[in-house]
């Protein structure tokens, strides 16, 4: 559980705020339903309520935007009704909850919410002097601190959703060539066995390294290297479907995995690439080459025996030659060479 809670930020964030919601509210619901308030009492509950289905609904199907969205709408309309029934006692849950929304949902959708809820109780006011204001002067200051809270918890807000996404990209990209990383690698691999179990999907892989590429480090440097796979990256990015998705998992080791494929278009796709890459491929030595090993999912077969099966195939492109490709259509496991 706590594993599951570190990895996924938008998930903890709800999980935490279900907690101190149902902690904080449930007390004041159980007040003011014994002493007779029970149109605050009633929306106290309903906000209790609402946030222990939508904390069970996210954990359950990992979705978390759904809840983050009715949550800020629940909690809106929650405190919007109990500053206007409470008056000047009930502005104070306002504040929590401008914090509130900029956590559960998007910086620009935060603000529409808070914007409507002061809109609320701003015009609620007007249409009936005093219900929630004691004076123009205080619903003025009201309206001014809650918009400093409200900008710097945007700024907040914003910084820290931009530095997640880029922890994100950094987490999942090889910072070299900008292709998936080893870690995004595996994940896809058993998304797209999950995939073909549940939907029928046919899915394939190409296993590239490329020759000799050794020598190029040895003998022009390692930036030499370097350029060679960030320009390899590019080239199988241009050749390749939008769908499909790149990984580097080695120094000079790639995969390319490809979605709604057939044995056929798998080494279509192969050959394409010995063509492509042979032909515009360039190092301060001359051309540069691709071996390729491919193989299709087969049905129930662990992800892992699949990539082993693509790597097999690519260990005998080498061996015979390099600059080719071998496509695994057998029905049976390689023997392990």
Same mark, same amino acid.
Request: with cysteine; proline share 3%; hydrophobic share 45%.
């Given at each position: 559980?706590?594993?599951?809670?570190?990895?996924?930020?938008?998930?903890?964030?709800?999980?935490?705020?279900?907690?101190?919601?149902?902690?904080?509210?449930?007390?004041?619901?159980?007040?003011?339903?014994?002493?007779?308030?029970?149109?605050?009492?009633?929306?106290?509950?309903?906000?209790?309520?609402?946030?222990?289905?939508?904390?069970?609904?996210?954990?359950?199907?990992?979705?978390?935007?759904?809840?983050?969205?009715?949550?800020?709408g629940?909690?809106?309309?929650?405190?919007?009704?109990?500053?206007?029934?409470?008056?000047?006692?009930?502005?104070?849950?306002?504040?929590?909850?401008?914090? %509130?929304?900029? %956590?559960?949902?998007?910086?620009?959708?935060?603000?529409?919410?808070?914007?409507?809820?002061?809109?609320g109780?701003?015009?609620?006011?007007?249409w009936?002097?005093?219900?929630?204001?004691?004076?123009?002067?205080?619903?003025?200051?009201?309206?001014?601190?809650?918009?400093?809270?409200?900008?710097?918890?945007?700024?907040?807000?914003?910084?820290?959703?931009?530095?997640?996404?880029?922890?994100?990209?950094?987490?999942?990209?090889?910072?070299?060539?900008?292709?998936?990383?080893?870690?995004?690698m595996?994940?896809?691999?058993?998304?797209?066995?999950?995939s073909?179990?549940?939907?029928?999907?046919?899915?394939?892989?190409?296993?590239?390294?490329?020759?000799?590429?050794?020598?190029?480090?040895?003998?022009?440097?390692?930036?030499?290297?370097?350029?060679?796979?960030?320009?390899?990256?590019?080239?199988?990015?241009?050749?390749?479907?939008?769908?499909?998705?790149?990984?580097?998992?080695?120094?000079?080791?790639?995969?390319?995995l490809?979605?709604?494929?057939?044995?056929?278009?798998?080494?279509?796709?192969?050959?394409?690439?010995?063509?492509?890459?042979?032909?515009?491929?360039?190092?301060?030595?001359?051309?540069?080459?691709?071996?390729?090993?491919?193989?299709?999912?087969?049905?129930?077969?662990?992800?892992?025996?699949?990539?082993?099966?693509?790597?097999?195939?690519?260990?005998?492109?080498?061996?015979?030659?390099?600059?080719?490709?071998?496509?695994?259509?057998?029905?049976?496991?390689?023997?392990?060479?």
């Amino acid at each position: 559980m706590f594993k599951r809670l570190r990895n996924d930020f938008q998930l903890s964030i709800i999980a935490l705020m279900g907690v101190i919601g149902v902690l904080g509210i449930t007390p004041y619901a159980v007040y003011r339903l014994l002493h007779g308030n029970y149109l605050v009492g009633i929306a106290d509950s309903i906000i209790v309520l609402s946030t222990i289905t939508a904390v069970i609904y996210a954990w359950r199907t990992g979705d978390t935007e759904k809840p983050g969205l009715y949550l800020a709408g629940v909690f809106s309309v929650g405190a919007t009704l109990i500053a206007i029934n409470l008056g000047v006692n009930g502005l104070f849950w306002i504040y929590p909850l401008i914090l %509130f929304n900029f %956590f559960m949902v998007s910086p620009g959708k935060a603000i529409v919410a808070s914007l409507l809820v002061l809109a609320g109780l701003v015009g609620h006011s007007i249409w009936v002097p005093g219900s929630v204001f004691d004076s123009h002067y205080q619903m003025i200051s009201f309206l001014v601190t809650n918009a400093m809270a409200g900008v710097l918890t945007f700024i907040f807000a914003y910084r820290t959703r931009i530095q997640r996404e880029q922890l994100q990209v950094l987490a999942i990209h090889d910072p070299l060539t900008g292709a998936r990383n080893r870690r995004a690698m595996n994940e896809e691999l058993k998304i797209a066995v999950s995939s073909q179990r549940r939907h029928g999907r046919q899915y394939g892989v190409l296993a590239m390294d490329l020759d000799h590429f050794k020598k190029i480090n040895d003998q022009y440097g390692h930036h030499a290297g370097d350029l060679v796979l960030v320009e390899f990256v590019e080239l199988i990015k241009t050749c390749s479907r939008k769908e499909d998705r790149l990984f580097r998992f080695g120094g000079e080791e790639f995969l390319l995995l490809l979605p709604d494929t057939t044995p056929q278009g798998l080494k279509a796709a192969a050959d394409n690439l010995l063509e492509q890459v042979r032909i515009q491929l360039r190092s301060p030595g001359g051309m540069v080459t691709v071996s390729i090993g491919g193989a299709m999912l087969r049905q129930d077969e662990p992800w892992s025996h699949w990539l082993q099966r693509a790597d097999q195939c690519l260990y005998q492109a080498k061996s015979n030659g390099r600059n080719r490709s071998i496509i695994d259509t057998s029905r049976e496991p390689l023997t392990t060479l």
